[in-house]
């Protein structure tokens, strides 16, 4: 009951990359930089194990980028070719690889890191991915001019990868998805098509994690732009719940998204953000706790999954251990209330 997870990246040594910023490049170079990435793995999983986590994650220790990490491996996607676009539509703009071909997967991207971290826990393991929507929406695209088709492209390549990270026995398989909230009329039309050609075929647990985002300055400055609730989640909530997804990720902690709107995923296990990840301060388990007695009256218990708002990376480690202790305790205080230890 009430297993607890983090939504993504945890900061990473000072040695492998610069503290609390936000895709850092490496430190390290060649064969260190992979015996770092390896160690980096190492680090977060003990103290995600330390602090109390269940289902555990290499805290994207491997990837510099949460989309580009995976969309390195992909052919078609030039990286020396970076254009300078507005994303997330317009919020703020990013240097952006170039789509220049077809798009291919001509080999694992991940594959490596996941046979890595599975043998390094017992504990029930998740892997990160951005979903179609997201890569599109941060790829220059030169070739194809057509959003829904390229993301329908690098769904099926997704799908390629999902199912062999599967096989190395990854237990929850999550596409990030932050365009979600912003793309509202693309989501019904075929940012949901998208997911479900991802996760075709896949049995594990899948989830999709949406958020409004990083605690950047821009992100912060665009959440002041949305009034007094943040109500995007009120239009989308019900194509999610009508999805074949298993989890929907959901920032509960710090945020102006009304909680009673967590009813609309009725029949999905939600991962409720009671960590909030745009400061530094550390929670206490009793707040953390009030958040998820909260969520409990309107999703069923046994469907809620105490997790992080986001990634935590551009913190320092010592936080984001702190808020990784404060959301164990807090997980472990509810259910000591609720006779489920």
């Given amino acids: ?17 610069e503290p609390q910023r936000l895709w850092a490049p490496w430190r390290l170079s060649g064969a260190d930089l992979e015996r770092g990435k390896r160690d980096a793995a190492l680090v977060v999983l003990k103290e995600q194990e330390r602090a109390g986590i269940d289902i555990v994650s290499d805290g994207e220790q491997f990837r ?13 996607v030039d990286f020396s070719a970076k254009k300078r676009i507005g994303i997330r539509d317009n919020r703020y703009e990013a240097d952006c690889p170039t789509v220049v071909g077809p798009v ?7 594959t490596a890191d996941v046979r890595f971290t599975r043998a390094h826990t017992d504990r029930k393991l998740k892997f990160t991915i951005p979903g179609p929507m997201t890569i599109v929406d941060t790829l220059a695209d030169e070739y ?27 237990d929850v398989i999550q596409l990030d998805e932050p365009a979600f ?6 989501v019904e039309e075929w940012g949901i098509e998208a997911l479900h050609r991802a996760f075709e075929g896949v049995r594990c647990k899948t989830a999709v994690h949406i958020c409004y985002g990083y605690g950047i300055k821009e992100n912060i400055d665009w959440k002041k732009t949305l009034g007094g609730e943040w109500r995007q989640y009120e239009r989308i909530f019900p194509l999610l719940a009508n999805s074949r997804v298993d989890q929907i990720s959901v920032e509960c902690a710090g ?16 991962m409720v953000g009671v960590i909030d990840v745009a ?16 969520a409990m009256d309107h ?14 990376v551009p913190l320092s480690r010592a936080v984001s251990l702190g808020k990784l202790q404060a959301l164990a305790a807090a997980a472990a205080l509810v259910r000591a209330e609720i006779g489920a230890v």
């Fill in 279 to 294: 400061n530094t301060e550390i929670e206490t388990p009793a707040a953390v706790a009030e958040t998820i007695r909260q």
């Fill in 1 to 17: 009951m009430l297993p607890t997870t983090i939504a993504g990246s945890l900061p990473k040594p000072a040695w492998l990359a």
């Fill in 104 to 110: 291919a997967r001509p080999g694992p991207v991940h």
């Fill in 64 to 76: 510099q980028h949460f989309v580009h990490g995976f969309v390195e491996g992909i052919e078609g």
């Fill in 255 to 270: 945020s102006r998204v009304p909680i009673q709107l967590l009813g609309l995923l009725e029949g999905k296990d939600i």
């Fill in 299 to 312: 999703v069923p218990r046994e469907r809620i999954i105490p997790c992080t708002n986001c990634g935590m």
């Fill in 144 to 170: 194809y001019r057509d959003r829904p088709r390229l993301a329908m492209e690098f769904a099926r390549l997704i799908n390629e990868e999902v199912r062999e990270l599967e096989a190395l026995g990854v």
């Fill in 181 to 186: 909230n912003v793309y509202l009329d693309e």
